[in-house]
């Protein structure tokens, strides 16, 4: 398809396999893939079509698939999939794109981009319900895997003092601080770092929305960062998996409750001394 001109390449699952968060450089595929590519109209794709059947046993394609797109503003039709979304009563997010009512709610401003957390998951939308309902109001927060910064933003909206964002991925420390911008938050509003040099300290709320086997490894770390009566959010878990996170959190932390959205659940609980 590279050598045939394609403008784009898209991988996608066939099946009902997700792939959640892969570790930075790595590029994980599902067992069943429908590859589609994109050709100018006036592309002769006979040879690539001749190619594909060719090796369509040893490839293990099912089906070659040939349609016409009628031309159209891409990057508009893109932009109108993404709408102001709300959290709670008074947490918005808005794309750069979208006029910007002037009002009391509180705003992020976020666009889609190639870190975890632009709103339109129920795990970021679990944690930044539990924002709105619980402003960490002159507190220190940790958001661990911070993908886009959006919770790290919201905290700060929210009126935390101390705000520490962390993730494996460089991508995203790129993304918070591209977001901290977009948000016209003060430069040294949100520290940036990966985890192993990140502040040791312990603060009063600490945020994690990533997978549940990171979490349960997670747990006696996580219960080092946080102060003695303060709160953890737990989010990126499955249904079936709550009993794991509970079994790991229950030892360090009282309190220990749980919300579901769809198929995902939020995990809260206070550091007991």
């Known amino acids: 398809m590279e050598n045939a001109n394609a403008l784009s390449i898209t991988w996608q699952d066939a099946g009902d396999t997700p792939v959640l968060e892969p570790l930075p450089g790595e590029t994980p595929l599902w067992d069943e893939l429908i590859v589609t590519a994109l050709f100018d109209g006036k592309t002769d794709i006979s040879a690539l079509l001749a190619t ?3 090796n369509k046993q040893q490839w293990q394609i099912s089906k ?7 031309d159209q503003d891409w990057e508009r039709a893109w932009m109108d999939d993404f709408h102001p979304m709300q959290f709670g009563e008074n947490l918005w997010i808005y794309p750069s794109w979208n006029k910007i009512p002037d009002d009391d709610s509180i705003k992020i401003i976020l666009d889609p981009g190639l870190a975890f957390g632009s709103g339109t998951h129920p795990t970021t939308a679990l944690c930044l319900e539990w924002l709105d309902a619980n402003p960490p109001k ?4 940790i958001d661990y895997g911070c993908g886009s910064g959006i ?3 919201a905290a700060a909206k929210l009126g935390a003092t101390k705000i520490l964002a962390t993730d494996i991925d ?9 977001n901290m911008q977009k948000n016209h938050l003060a430069e040294d509003a949100i520290e940036t770092c990966f985890p192993d040099t990140l502040e040791k300290a312990p603060v009063d709320l600490l945020i994690a929305n990533i997978l549940s086997g990171p979490l349960v490894e997670l747990a006696e770390t996580f219960s080092q960062l946080t102060k003695t009566s303060g709160s953890i959010v737990l989010s990126g878990i499955l249904e079936e998996q709550t009993d794991d996170i509970k079994e790991a959190y229950t030892p360090y932390f009282d309190n220990i409750s749980v919300t579901q959205k769809d198929d995902w659940i939020r995990v809260t609980g206070i550091r007991h001394s």
């Open 151 to 153: 919770l790290a933003i």
């Open 52 to 54: 594909l059947e060719a």
């Open 64 to 70: 070659n698939l040939i349609e016409t797109i009628e």
């Open 138 to 141: 002159g507190l220190s927060v």
């Open 170 to 178: 460089e991508q995203a420390l790129i993304a918070t601080k591209d």
